[in-house]
């Protein structure tokens, strides 16, 4: 495979994505513990190291890395299906944002031209892409800097020229995965256009602080003073069409994003049928009363209508679509996640009734990582506007 093959392809192996899911399912049964996950709220970095460790054991950090680059060579459709598992455990921090930033750096090598910025660029993201694989590294992609905000096109970070180098200054927050990372792919714009840039996360005039999310995870915020980038730390040469490879990039994540979702729904209506199965009321247990019966299989319908967009848009994908129907795929997809996880988890507290609220039932841990991801990459409402705006717009020709 070539630096500039896509990884995977359209047609998943039935027999890989399985034993994909059962590695994952495996780690899940094995490792799952609300207790300690429950521990770790509210502390960095967010995540068990150990289970970093094991994922990149196990080759998953490196799935979306070319074999060129010491990855699987694997596609969307395979990280899904890893993603989807592990989020019925809720573990599936920090494979998602170091997805996320794989397929930035991915994107960029692909779109790279021959200018001797390109190539430069391209090198640079090929030697990154193998610490990556490994997990010797772990990189977190800070492009956001307000709420609400799905346009990554129009950063107000600024990269100053200095001779060969570069000077960064500016503010990035919801930055998924900071705590750990080695370093982060900023979005800035230069006087001829954006770019990506590598800062390390010990460089001078780097500040990091955490917020804390729904769920207690940590959300990175960025400051940057002049922070010096050397031309070799240059992802993407400063262009019009810089950010190209990070809205690709995006959408790749939102995607996953949705598949964890679906993970998080599926083991929480399986809580609820459990529940509804064994509590008693009135000398029978609950799911033997018709409106509980309505409710549950309304909420099985919109998991189910998660599990068709996702795996259409991972189709699309894969498949290698051209940027704007993968846009659309990707935030009908978030849409459709974001909204059917927060209904269903809901839902799932209240067929639980009182003992539902309560901070030591599993049901409520669910619902706040529904939260985060419903609200990760652009809400429902972001994404159904951002649909519409693209079913207006013309296909390149």
Not at 202 to 218: K, M, S, Y
């Amino acid at each position: 495979m070539s630096d500039t093959d896509s990884p995977g392809s359209a047609g998943s192996d039935a027999e890989q994505l399985e034993m994909l899911r059962a590695s994952a399912a495996d780690v899940v049964q094995r490792g799952a513990d609300m207790r300690r996950l429950r521990e770790r709220r509210g502390t960095l970095p967010g995540h068990d190291p150990a289970l970093r460790q094991q994922m990149a054991d196990l080759g998953w950090l490196g799935m979306l890395v070319p074999e060129a680059q010491g990855g699987s060579g694997l596609g969307l459709t395979e990280a899904a299906a890893v993603v989807q598992e592990l989020g019925k455990g809720l573990m599936a921090d920090p494979l998602v944002p170091a997805a996320f930033a794989t397929r930035v750096l991915w994107h960029a090598i692909a779109r790279g031209g021959d200018a001797p910025s390109s190539v430069a660029a391209r090198r640079a993201c090929t030697s990154r892409l193998a610490g990556l694989a490994d997990g010797a590294q772990l990189a977190a992609v800070a492009w956001q800097e307000d709420l609400g905000g799905l346009d990554p096109h129009a950063p107000a970070t600024q990269a100053q020229p200095d001779g060969d180098n570069w000077r960064l200054s500016g503010s990035k927050r919801f930055v998924a995965g900071a705590a750990g990372a080695d370093g982060f792919i900023v979005s800035a714009v230069a006087p001829n256009g954006p770019g990506l840039f590598w800062v390390p996360a010990a460089a001078a005039g780097l500040t990091l602080r955490h917020e804390w999310r729904a769920d207690q995870t940590p959300s990175g915020v960025l400051q940057l003073d002049g922070v010096g980038i050397g031309a070799q730390d240059v992802f993407v040469a400063p262009a019009p069409d810089g950010l190209a490879a990070l809205e690709r990039a995006r959408d790749d994540a939102a995607v996953l994003a949705s598949a964890e979702m679906l993970g998080v729904m599926e083991a929480a209506l399986q809580l609820a049928l459990a529940y509804m199965r064994t509590r008693v009321q009135f000398g029978q247990p609950i799911g033997s009363f018709q409106a509980l019966q309505h409710k549950a299989a309304d909420l099985y319908v919109q998991q189910e209508l998660v599990r068709a967009v996702l795996q259409d848009a991972l189709r699309t994908l894969d498949g290698g679509a051209d940027p704007l129907t993968a846009a659309r795929v990707a935030s009908r997809c978030k849409a459709r996640a974001s909204d059917a996880g927060l209904r269903v988890t809901r839902e799932v507290i209240q067929l639980h009734g009182a003992i539902g609220f309560t901070d030591e039932h599993d049901a409520g841990l669910y619902l706040k990582r529904a939260l985060v991801l419903s609200a990760w990459l652009g809400n429902a409402s972001a994404h159904r506007q951002r649909f519409g705006a693209l079913m207006d717009t013309e296909p390149a020709l």
